[in-house]
């Protein structure tokens, strides 16, 4: 009589009957599950930076939040008078209709000198910079041609004519504008409120519509021969950013400031910079075709707003502020987190040990718990310090783990030495923003060309039995009886 070999023996082949392509695809679907988790660590993320520019809205708002500078610019009205024929039935009438028209001119010459001095303020966890800046201007008007724009008839209203300067936030002039044209007695007195106001009520500090809120002083004596020197200076508070102008024909700039960590934005950037731990020193100079604003022209025709565009920018970046950097690195969380789950599967088909999926998860979570920890403690330090305590206890607990998973030192180091150059490789990315996706590409392809090599003996459609039963004796089947 025959015995069954489908007993206990068999048992041992059942567990191994999972081949290697079908442990690869769970492996797949484990980081596809494990985006689910990222993608909360990423709202996370933006809810915080969210939560931060409430903090500095609010607190940059009592300062006058970031400040726009522009100007001086001055206006010359001119009136048209012109007869209208209007058609009512049967009759046609003549009408009289009068409209006044303004002429903007910039200074031939401007030159600013800026002193910023800033100070941190807290809010909860949150170092706001506020700052107070005295700006003094200097340069020159010369020759307003008004008749160039004017129809045949015009009247040019000379004693009309007004200084304009503006800024983001009125609430941000300490000091009321002291304004010298030299060589003259008069004194150009300011009243807030132009023609030209724009009040931008987002909430947020966007530079997409900055709010134009402007101050105007009478000016005697012009004419269309008419050149004059002037010097302007009063003391501005603000947050975040502080802006100015190109204003004039040809613009010159230099800003002095007590805060080491400056970031220099818009249309122009610093000819000359100096930066160290007691701040910064930076200089501008725009000459008029860089400006790609004309000298001079009719409103209407042109908007003196359309000057902003031609700015230079001095951001307030606090060495806290990583939530940018954190939100990169997001971005690329999901690869990485691949890049690890593949690692792990490849020391697996180079060990006896076989690795659960719940390790596999656990393995991951832990990389995830890397970027929490990444976003909570850029909150309190800077994003390099903060990298490296996430990076070295995320990489330490991974490795520990691994040597009580394949029950030695030797593929606890491997993943030791792989972890370390992942997260370098990952802190690279936070730096070079421009080489990120080179980088990424470069991995991909590496990654797969070691997967490719590692694997390429392998039959995918063997199973696991060799591994497993090196873990496992084989029971041997009963003895046949004899006879």
């Given at each position: 009589m025959t015995q069954s070999t489908t007993g206990v023996g068999a048992a041992p082949g059942r567990k191994a009957?999972?081949?290697?392509g079908l442990k690869i695809l769970l492996v797949g679907l484990i980081v596809v599950v494990l985006a689910i988790p990222l993608a909360f660590v990423n709202m996370l993320a933006w809810e915080r930076a969210n939560r931060a520019n409430e903090a500095l809205v609010e607190v940059g708002a009592a300062y006058g939040g970031p400040q726009v500078v522009r100007g001086p610019f001055l206006t010359i009205p001119y009136r048209v008078t012109e007869i209208v024929e209007i058609n009512r039935g049967d009759?046609?009438?003549?009408?009289?209709?009068?409209?006044?028209?303004?002429?903007?001119?910039?200074?031939a010459e401007l030159d600013y000198q800026v002193d910023q001095t800033v100070e941190l303020l807290q809010r909860a966890i949150y170092d706001i910079p506020v700052y107070e800046a005295d700006i003094?201007?200097?340069?020159?008007?010369?020759?307003?041609?008004?008749?160039?724009?004017?129809p045949a008839g015009a009247e040019i209203l000379w004693d009309e004519a007004e200084l304009v300067m503006a800024v983001s936030d009125l609430r941000g002039i300490d000091t009321d504008v002291g304004f010298t044209?030299?060589?003259?007695?008069?004194?150009?007195?300011?009243?807030?409120?132009?023609?030209?106001?724009?009040?931008?009520?987002d909430i947020r500090f966007t530079r997409s519509i900055p709010s134009w809120r402007g101050v105007r002083a009478p000016v005697t004596g012009v004419t269309e021969d008419s050149e004059f020197d002037f010097e302007a200076r009063f003391t501005l508070s603000g947050a975040a950013y502080l802006q100015l102008v190109a204003s004039g024909r040809e613009t010159t700039a230099t800003i002095r400031s007590n805060w080491p960590h400056p970031g220099f934005d818009g249309q122009y950037l610093p000819d000359d910079r100096e930066i160290s731990s007691e701040g910064f020193t930076a200089s501008w100079s725009v000459p008029?075709?860089?400006?790609?604003?004309?000298?001079?022209?009719?409103?209407?025709?042109?908007?003196?707003?359309?000057?902003?565009?031609?700015?230079?920018?001095?951001?307030?970046?606090?060495?806290?502020d990583g939530y940018r950097r954190v939100s990169?690195?997001?971005?690329?969380?999901?690869?990485?987190?691949?890049?690890?789950?593949?690692?792990?599967?490849?020391?697996?088909?180079?060990?006896?040990?076989?690795?659960?999926?719940?390790?596999?998860?656990?393995?991951?979570?832990?990389?995830?718990?890397?970027y929490l920890l990444l976003l909570a403690l850029s909150e309190h330090s800077s994003i390099n310090q903060a990298f490296a305590i996430a990076a070295g206890a995320t990489i330490t607990l991974t490795s520990l783990y691994s040597i009580a998973v394949f029950g030695?030192?030797?593929?606890?180091?491997?993943?030791?030495?792989?972890?370390?150059?992942?997260y370098i490789m990952q802190y690279v990315l936070l730096l070079l923003e421009d080489y990120a996706l080179l980088i990424g590409a470069g991995l991909s392809?590496?990654?797969?060309?070691?997967?490719?090599?590692?694997?390429?003996?392998?039959?995918?459609?063997?199973?696991?039995?060799?591994?497993?039963?090196?873990?496992?004796?084989?029971?041997a089947p009963p003895a046949q009886p004899k006879g």
């Open positions: 009957s999972r081949s290697l009759e046609t009438i003549e009408e009289t209709r009068i409209r006044t028209e303004t002429v903007v001119f910039s200074a003094a201007m200097r340069g020159r008007f010369s020759r307003f041609d008004v008749a160039q724009f004017m044209i030299l060589g003259q007695d008069q004194v150009p007195v300011f009243e807030p409120g132009t023609p030209f106001d724009v009040t931008n009520n008029y075709l860089a400006r790609g604003v004309p000298a001079s022209w009719q409103e209407g025709r042109y908007s003196i707003r359309t000057a902003d565009t031609a700015q230079f920018t001095v951001n307030l970046a606090t060495p806290t990169r690195a997001l971005k690329y969380a999901i690869f990485f987190i691949g890049f690890l789950m593949l690692m792990y599967f490849l020391l697996e088909t180079t060990s006896k040990k076989r690795i659960h999926a719940a390790q596999y998860i656990l393995i991951g979570l832990a990389q995830i718990v890397f030695g030192f030797g593929r606890g180091a491997l993943t030791f030495l792989v972890l370390s150059l992942v392809f590496t990654a797969l060309a070691i997967t490719m090599y590692v694997t390429r003996r392998i039959d995918w459609y063997d199973t696991m039995n060799n591994p497993v039963s090196a873990d496992i004796p084989a029971v």
